[in-house]
T-cell receptor
Framework: AQSVAQPEDQVNVAEGNPLTVKCTYSVSGNPYLFWYVQYPNRGLQFLLKYITGDNLVKGSYGFEAEFNKSQTSFHLKKPSALVSDSALYFCAVSSTTGGFKTIFGAGTRLFVKA | EAGVAQSPRYKIIEKRQSVAFWCNPISGHATLYWYQQILGQGPKLLIQFQNNGVVDDSQLPKDRFSAERLKGVDSTLKIQPAKLEDSAVYLC?????????????FGQGTRLTVV
C-alpha cells in the first residue's frame, strides 16, 4: 500500500534563513512525487514534481526538492525563506504500480517570521 | 487559461439533508478528481473519472455519496443524507490525463458544514 508521511505539523523559520519541509514515502514500484502549496482560502497549487532523472528538482517560487531513493524521502527546500512562503505544504505520491492513485500527506504548516 | 471552477464556495446544511457540489475542470482535461479534505488532514481521493467513466471510486461511501460526469466535462458530487462527519472541504481537480505523473489543477473547493 502507498503512504506518505510529513513528520512535522509545523515548521518555523526566520525570513532569510533556509527552510526544509520533510516528506517520506512508501510505494511499490517507481514513485512519482509532488509538492503542492495551499494558501488560505485558495486551492492547492502545484510546486514541483519528480518523475525520473535528476534527483534535484527545481520548481516554482525558488523551491526545490531532492529525491533520495535509499531514504525514501523527498524533502522540500528553499535557500532563503520569505514571509510570503507561509502556507500549508502537502507532499503527494503516486506510483507506476499503484494504479496511479495519488496519496497526499497530512500537510506541514510553514510559518516564516519577519 | 481558466482554472477549475467549483460552486458553491460554502454550504451549511443540517444532518440528514442532501447537498450537491458542481465542478467544471480545465478545458481539455480528460481526468477529473473529487477529494475530501477534513480539517488537519490531507486531501483524500473520493472518485476519479477518465472522460465520463469511473476509474477509481474505492473510497467513495456509496451508501450516501454519488458522483457523475455525464458528458465527460463538468461533474456533480452529491451527498444524501449528510452526516456530521461529512463536514469538510470538497476539492475538485483535473489533469490532462490520468497517468499519475501529471500535476493536478485544483479548484478553490466547497466548504461544507453539517450541523
Amino acid at each position: 500500500a502507498q503512504s506518505v508521511a510529513q513528520p512535522e505539523d509545523q515548521v518555523n523559520v526566520a525570513e532569510g534563513n533556509p527552510l526544509t519541509v520533510k516528506c517520506t514515502y512508501s510505494v511499490s514500484g517507481n514513485p512519482y512525487l509532488f509538492w503542492y502549496v495551499q494558501y488560505p482560502n485558495r486551492g492547492l497549487q502545484f510546486l514541483l514534481k519528480y518523475i525520473t532523472g535528476d534527483n534535484l528538482v527545481k520548481g516554482s517560487y525558488g523551491f526545490e526538492a531532492e529525491f533520495n531513493k535509499s531514504q525514501t524521502s523527498f524533502h522540500l527546500k528553499k535557500p532563503s525563506a520569505l514571509v510570503s512562503d507561509s502556507a500549508l505544504y502537502f507532499c503527494a505520491v503516486s506510483s507506476t504500480t499503484g494504479g496511479f492513485k495519488t496519496i497526499f500527506g497530512a500537510g506541514t504548516r510553514l510559518f516564516v517570521k519577519a | 487559461e481558466a482554472g477549475v471552477a467549483q460552486s458553491p464556495r460554502y454550504k451549511i446544511i443540517e444532518k440528514r439533508q442532501s447537498v450537491a457540489f458542481w465542478c467544471n475542470p480545465i478545458s481539455g482535461h480528460a481526468t477529473l478528481y473529487w477529494y475530501q479534505q477534513i480539517l488537519g488532514q490531507g486531501p483524500k481521493l473520493l472518485i476519479q473519472f477518465q472522460n465520463n467513466g469511473v476509474v477509481d471510486d474505492s473510497q467513495l461511501p456509496k451508501d450516501r455519496f454519488s458522483a457523475e460526469r455525464l458528458k465527460g466535462v463538468d461533474s456533480t458530487l452529491k451527498i444524501q443524507p449528510a452526516k456530521l462527519e461529512d463536514s469538510a472541504v470538497y476539492l475538485c481537480a483535473s489533469t490532462k490525463q490520468g497517468g499519475g505523473d501529471t500535476e493536478a489543477f485544483f479548484g478553490q473547493g466547497t466548504r461544507l458544514t453539517v450541523v
